[in-house]
């Protein structure tokens, strides 16, 4: 009994630490837009002043007030972003690599359990696994790429209606390996409080949101800087309510 207590509480730790990671790199990416969305603005209102400063009367009070005004204003605003933004990113900015080779399906089906344990059973979702893998091997950090796959399996799940099929192909397209999770979007799903959820519904809420062109929905972040940390790529397919999607993770097999 003892042993297996002990294994379901370090199940449970795993998956609050999954969870945990999610949420980190999240907000690390939620920064980042922050601060690359208002520097643009800034930058604008700041080349303005110039232009304003060369067509205003050097004698009006009023109007030398109101520029030092939006001149200060910018500059406390740059601070804010330098201080409680970029520091605060500092943390994750970074995504060293514990390097290794390893059996590739090891990191999937690895990630298949834990998020089964997650959310897969407790919604009654199917996972169909296409894979050409058998002993072939990689060369990265398998541990973040299982991270990385759990991220993409559970978003899957919480995106698809209860009880829906989720396929994930895994194959090589040498010198890659790709991964491709294909399922059919549900904003119900999304949104109902009342199912099983694994995700902040801060996360879900913004998942269902229009996205710019190339830009991926917030709570992925972990997946797309475990893809770029390792000289692969990571695609978010387009997320329009009860359509299927997919999503695409690519990572060398060597390190490059």
Not at 113 to 123: F, N, V
Request: glycine residues 4%; charged residues 25%.
């Amino acid at each position: 009994m003892s042993t297996f207590l002990n294994a379901a509480a370090a199940s449970d730790e795993r998956l609050a630490h999954l969870r945990a990671e999610v949420a980190l790199f999240m907000r690390d990416h939620v920064l980042s837009l922050v601060s690359h969305d208002l520097r643009s603005p800034l930058n604008a209102i700041h080349s303005w002043a110039y232009v304003l400063e060369r067509k205003l009367d050097a004698a009006d009070a009023s109007a030398q007030r109101a520029l030092a005004g939006i001149r200060s204003g910018v500059e406390q605003q740059v601070k804010l972003l330098e201080d409680a933004v970029d520091k605060t990113r500092a943390e994750t900015k970074s995504l060293p690599l514990a390097r290794e080779s390893f059996v590739a399906r090891s990191a999937i089906e690895r990630a298949l359990e834990d998020a089964r344990r997650a959310l897969i059973e407790a919604r009654g979702t199917t996972v169909a696994l296409e894979s050409s893998l058998d002993a072939e091997r990689c060369d990265g950090d398998g541990e973040r790429l299982a991270q990385a796959l759990w991220t993409m399996l559970v978003f899957a799940a919480e995106a698809s209606p209860p009880g829906a099929a989720v396929t994930l192909k895994s194959a090589l397209e040498a010198p890659f390996w790709r991964i491709e999770i294909a399922f059919t979007t549900s904003f119900a799903a999304l949104a109902d409080a009342e199912l099983p959820h694994a995700l902040e519904p801060f996360a879900r809420t913004q998942a269902m949101q229009p996205r710019e062109a190339g830009r991926i929905a917030w709570v992925l972040a972990l997946v797309q800087r475990v893809a770029s940390a390792h000289g692969g790529t990571f695609e978010q397919g387009a997320t329009n309510d009860g359509e299927p999607t997919m999503l695409v993770l690519r990572i060398p097999l060597a390190a490059m």
